[in-house]
DNA sequence: TAGTCTACCAACCGATCGTTTGACAGATGG
DNA sequence: CCATCTGTCAAACGATCGGTTGGTAGACTA
């Protein structure tokens, strides 16, 4: 078995007190599991999850492939978990950051530029996000905490078009969906070396996608 | 060595003579060669490039694995010869039928519809491109006939920022990328069972596009 | 200081990967 | 009828994959 409460969706909970001297040689778990995930996430969104291998990984923390499995259980483990924290972090974020009043067409135009500096600020892990959650069995997708964000665009859209700020010819779900795509494409084509900054570019984003649905 | 001319980009042009007779057991070579191209699209949309396996394509033509050498040398091509098929079909469905004149943003927008049709149209295929082409090393996805499909809806903005039908303060590369993310992200969530046709999405998505640029 | 736990190593496992080779049945063409 | 070509099989190749096991040095705890 695995060293206990590891591996198992919520870590070890910071242990209780160890951080204390300088580690010279051996390095802390927590510590350590920080660096896996975050090199996973680099790996899995450079080369994809299949085409990764734990023995590269290990090989970029300094260890052998082997002892990745003091920490994981299958290598579909530290996928999920690169996801999962991701959407954890991006669920935080958008419920602080965007406001809960004012004209629909306001509030979206807020939420997809939250969304898109979020992306930004953190391309690697929605790159495997976005391009390789699929890669998770259908039983470990399933428990992925998915906040609905298509169904929230969706929501403005239809508030919008209460409160007459948003177009009535608009079909809510088409509407959401090319805004998503708009949205979530950065991906794809950011890079920090650009000479937009990720507000400027987020802005332009949301910008965009209000005009194309203003009334 | 393999078959001659397979495996190189320009594959067999059609044998000489033998498709008189109905083959019972065997199957003729460009047959096949378009099975497996169909087969070989539609496991790499599904499961990934590199998580399919060549033996799993075998199995769903009905051969051995061994046996598909005689059609590609590698791997990769197979990859390769998918995306390029559909990327000379693009090709030539979107210079047959937008248009070349008229206003920019009308051409604009016809060009997204025709885009998000053949994306529909080909969705296996399209898939492939847009998801897996990455998996290409660096000098296979050189030679693919890249259309310039992102130049082309960039040179359109500036186009309709002179001809006045597009608003000036769009950056057109921008613009651009989010028009491509809004028509490209079909492929994320376009489902045949969907009750609106192909058409009608082209058009919706294209209308959405056009009013997030027009004047 | 004795015992426990943490983080890792060393070595190995069976399975499967992409790929190669040699042979060969049947259709084709002279 | 004989030679050739086409499409496939059968079997094997080394490499590498994700994963397992048993051990252990050193830090920590009591």
Redesign the interface.
Known sequence: MIGGTRASGARRTAGKGRSRRAEATRKSGDERWAELLQVAAKTFASK????TTLQGIANDLGMLKGSLYYYIRTKEDLLFEVIQAVLVLAEERLSERVPVDGPAVERLEALVREHVVFLIEHLTETTVYL?EA??LSPERRAELPVHGFIARLEGLVVEGQEDGTIRAD??PR??A??????????Y??YRPEGD?APEE?AD??AR??R???EA
Chains 1, 2 share one sequence.
């Open positions: 994809g999850y299949s085409a391009h699929d890669q608009v079909d088409m509407g969906l090319v805004i998503l795509g708009s949205a979530n494409w950065v794809r084509w937009l570019i332009e984003i965009t996608c005009r194309s649905v």
